[in-house]
């Protein structure tokens, strides 16, 4: 979970929006500092061939489905998310350079 603003957020109703766009083949969303709110929700995207996509796309595709302070405002590509040998997606190892140097640390 995700906690901005006092507001909690889970990152699986933002994944599933997200793994709804044709230009997205896997995505994964974590919790980043954010000065002003504490956290603020980051999409680790992979893109489909060929495909290229823009924060301005991703929050507009975001618009009608989701609450505003739940829409992702950073974007981040990758060429194959991080997973363990199950096939979990290691989101601690996606947040962990966000938070690394920080006196407030996530797991």
């Known amino acids: ?23 997205i083949t896997d995505v994964a969303v974590v ?10 929700p980051l999409a680790c995207v992979v893109c489909a061939t060929g495909q290229t996509l823009t924060i301005e796309e991703l929050i507009t595709f975001c618009r009608d489905q989701l609450a505003g302070y ?28 966000y938070w690394k140097n920080r006196e407030r640390k996530i797991n």
């Open 31 to 40: 919790g980043i500092p954010d000065d002003k709110y504490g956290e603020t």
């Open 70 to 97: 739940k829409i992702p405002r950073r974007l981040e590509f990758y060429e194959a998310l991080p997973r363990n040998p199950s096939g979990k997606i290691l989101k601690k190892t996606l947040r962990e350079p």
């Open 1 to 23: 979970m995700i906690v901005s603003g006092g507001e909690n957020i889970y990152p699986i109703e933002i994944e599933n929006v997200l793994s709804k766009h044709a230009a």
